[in-house]
């Protein structure tokens, strides 16, 4: 099927006559009735009535809201490829990991809108190994994530943006408010820990023997829930706002940090969006040197 046909058929059907339809379409008649007779031939039917006078046949009537919408698309298509082309669109997409706060990057996605008029901006956030898997495989341009250590197994290029201090954050009424000397101990036996990120979670399992946590959030909003009503404790980042919400205690001796890192796929070509949203993060530290 070529969009020629379906484009001759469209107009012929809301003309009813292949004569002006030919001229709307700029061209001949018998090339015209030759491009419809192909897509009827494909189509296994008539799509025309040609006597006593030119009408949809049943077949016709029937394909006509569906070729309308190839068309459409087919347009649509060539319109957004334009303006990709022309730079009028200029997209990014970044996937943030799900214990990761948006306005980690708000400084930098601001100024992309104020430098690019054709901004088209795309945010995904979800577990790490979802959104490598969407980086991987070119639905997303970057991954704003905690930094989790040792080697990778694709070829990634990482950039620090900044290390997060934690601490412990729980209901008012919980025990670990009610004390004033919070031990590393008390921290590791506390059984009603909630899980939220997977590296503070392993953070915290280099410290010692714990259990393994009790609850676990998929988003920043269930943790607040769970603490809310009094199921149990988390580790959170210390300007995180449900850190301002609740009552929190530092952490003993070491302290926990975690490092939010942005990754992107080495050797692809960026939109010019992309490659300034990085030129920004690297104003920052220097890269990091991370074995591929």
């Known amino acids: 099927m070529q969009l020629n046909q379906v484009r001759y058929f469209i107009v012929t059907a809301r003309l009813l006559n292949f004569t002006?339809?030919?001229?709307?379409?700029?061209?001949?008649q018998p090339a015209l009735t030759k491009g419809i007779k192909n897509l009827?031939?494909?189509?296994?039917?008539?799509?025309?009535?040609?006597?006593?006078?030119?009408?949809?046949t049943d077949l016709g009537r029937r394909m006509l809201p569906f070729l309308e919408q190839t068309a459409e698309?087919?347009?649509?298509?060539?319109?957004q490829a334009h303006s990709y082309r022309t730079g009028e669109i200029v997209p990014i997409s970044i996937g943030l990991d799900r214990s990761v706060r948006g306005d980690m990057i708000k400084p930098m996605l601001a100024e992309l809108t104020r430098t690019f008029s054709g901004l088209s901006i795309q945010l995904k956030t979800g577990p790490d190994e979802k959104l490598l898997e969407s980086l991987l495989g070119g639905e997303i341009d970057i991954v704003v994530r905690p930094h989790a250590g040792g080697a990778d197994r694709h070829l990634l290029h990482h950039v620090p943006l900044l290390s997060e201090r934690h601490v412990i954050v729980c209901a008012a009424d919980h025990a670990f408010a009610q004390t004033n000397s919070l031990e590393l101990e008390m921290l590791l036996n506390a059984p009603d820990r909630i899980f939220f990120c997977a590296i503070t979670e392993g953070i915290l399992e280099n410290l010692g023997s714990i259990p393994p946590p009790r609850h676990h959030a998929e988003s920043a909003e269930l943790l607040g829930y769970l603490i809310d009503i009094g199921a149990g404790w988390a580790l959170m980042p210390a300007d995180h706002p449900l850190a301002q919400e609740h009552p929190c205690q530092p952490l003993p001796e070491?302290?926990?940090?975690?490092?939010?890192?942005?990754?992107?796929?080495?050797?692809?070509?960026?939109?010019?969006?992309v490659s300034a949203f990085l030129r920004m993060a690297r104003v920052g530290p220097r890269p990091l040197?991370?074995?591929s």
């Open 289 to 291: 040197a991370i074995a």
């Open 254 to 273: 070491p302290r926990i940090e975690r490092l939010i890192e942005i990754v992107f796929a080495a050797g692809r070509r960026h939109t010019s969006a």
């Open 73 to 79: 698309a087919a347009n649509a298509v060539r319109q």
């Open 40 to 56: 009827e031939d494909e189509l296994g039917g008539a799509l025309f009535h040609r006597v006593p006078q030119i009408c949809l």
């Open 20 to 28: 002006k339809a030919a001229a709307e379409c700029c061209v001949s």
